[in-house]
Structure formats: C-alpha cells, structure tokens
C-alpha cells in the first residue's frame, strides 16, 4: 500500500510579522479507466465531470477502480452519474461547488 506524501509549504506575511507553516497531503492520482470515459461521454457528462474540483475526480475515480465486483462497479459508475447529473451532490452529500 502506498501511503500519500506529506508536503509543507511556508506562507511568509512580511506584513504581520508572521510565518505560517501548513502541511499539505498529496495523494496518488487515479487513472480514468475506458468504461469511465465511456460512460461520460454517451451521457454527455464529460465537460461536467471535469468541471469538478480534482480531488472529487480523483476521489470517484478511485472509489469506482477499489470496487471487487463488475456488479459494484457498475453501481458506483451510477452513483456517480446521477450525481453529476443532478449536480450539487458528491459522494451522497451535498456539495456547493
């Protein structure tokens, strides 16, 4: 299992007198499988998936590909095109995006 990268990055406010430091977590990037990019594109969803933040891309995309079984696969392809179809939702949840 590979495990997500830990970068910090320094944010100088000269101004204030204040040096922040914030760690950021980088994780693996999932590739888009062709029954994914398939599935956009005969829904017409592909401009509206990309519209997406990258880590809800990312975050689909990685739910759909850990899945075991074709049949949930398939259920999580659903999921996420209903949910780009009716927009505001992400992962079950809303989303003010």
Do not use: C
Not at 52 to 59: H, S, V
């Amino acid at each position: 299992m590979k495990l997500p990268s830990l970068h910090f990055q320094m944010l100088a406010l000269p101004a204030l007198g204040v040096i922040v430091s914030r760690m950021a977590l980088q994780r693996a990037l999932n590739p888009m499988p062709d029954f994914v990019r398939k599935a956009l594109d005969e829904e017409g969803l592909h401009g509206t998936y990309e519209a997406r933040p990258d880590y809800q891309k990312n975050d689909y995309l990685g739910w759909i590909a850990r899945a075991k079984r074709p049949e949930t696969q398939a259920k999580r392809l659903r999921q996420m095109l209903g949910e780009l179809k009716s927009g505001g939702i992400y992962m079950k949840m809303r989303w003010n995006g």
